[in-house]
């Protein structure tokens, strides 16, 4: 039973460029949250996806986005990238049947030059 | 930003000894739950604990909830140098699904 996936591990980009992350969730699962985790700081909640909507969002610009496909996976895409934006992104599954816990994936490290 | 706040930032132990954390958050939740991260990597989920319950154990991992004070504490026994790690409290202000607040963590080192 795979775990939470998430592509690629590594990313460099320069300031401007735009970039998409990529999650598939723990099997089971049909819930997608994200979250930016920037150094030396807890991760911040980014948006949720079910049933391929966003449902959710925390307080990031519109330069951030996201999608959901039929078969739960998500993606995360982040236009115009700043250098503040260098940052781990963490991708979580989780049920909407009730179950509580959310398991993350290994994440994606960002760097924007 | 951020609801909780744990404390210490950072801590240093020697293998065996025991290591305690403390979380403190700003409003009502209704649960809350302890993360691991190794390394910058992704977070690995310890416990959970409901706003309604008081004390919670796993292993050697033993957490308690005052939730009049809005205090959690993360208590790991005969802590090991593979404890070594960051650990964050995170809250959820309703019963699943809705985001997770988290804290910035405490950084522990075991030292072997």
């Known amino acids: 039973d795979a775990g939470v996936t998430q592509s690629p591990t590594h990313l460099i980009k320069t300031r401007g460029q735009q970039v998409t992350l990529r999650c598939s969730p723990k099997?089971?699962?049909?819930?997608v949250s994200w979250y930016q985790q920037a150094l030396g700081q807890g991760p911040q909640f980014i948006f949720q996806y079910y049933e391929e909507e966003e449902r959710q969002r925390g307080n990031f610009p519109d330069r951030f986005s996201g999608h959901q496909f039929p078969n739960y996976s998500s993606e995360l895409n982040v236009n115009a990238l700043l250098l503040g934006d260098s940052a781990l992104y963490l991708c979580?599954?989780?049920?909407?049947?009730?179950?509580?816990?959310?398991?993350f994936g290994p994440g994606t490290r960002l760097l924007v030059l | 930003s951020q609801q909780g706040e744990e404390d210490p930032q950072a801590l240093s132990i020697q293998e065996g000894e025991n290591a305690t954390m403390n979380c403190s958050y700003k409003?009502?939740?209704?649960?809350l739950q302890w993360y691991r991260q190794n390394s910058g990597r992704g977070l690995v989920h310890l416990i959970l604990?409901?706003?309604?319950?008081r004390e919670k154990h796993s292993g050697r991992l033993r957490v308690t909830l005052d939730t009049s004070k809005k205090s959690s504490s993360l208590l790991i026994t005969a802590s090991r140098a593979a404890d070594t790690a960051s650990y964050f409290c995170a809250t959820e202000k309703a019963s699943g699904n809705t985001p997770l607040v988290f804290g910035k963590g405490t950084r522990l080192s075991v030292i072997a």
């Open positions: 409003t009502s939740i209704n649960n």
């Open positions: 099997s089971g699962h049909d819930t």
């Open positions: 604990i409901r706003s309604n319950e």
């Open positions: 979580a599954s989780s049920s909407m049947q009730g179950l509580e816990t959310q398991y």
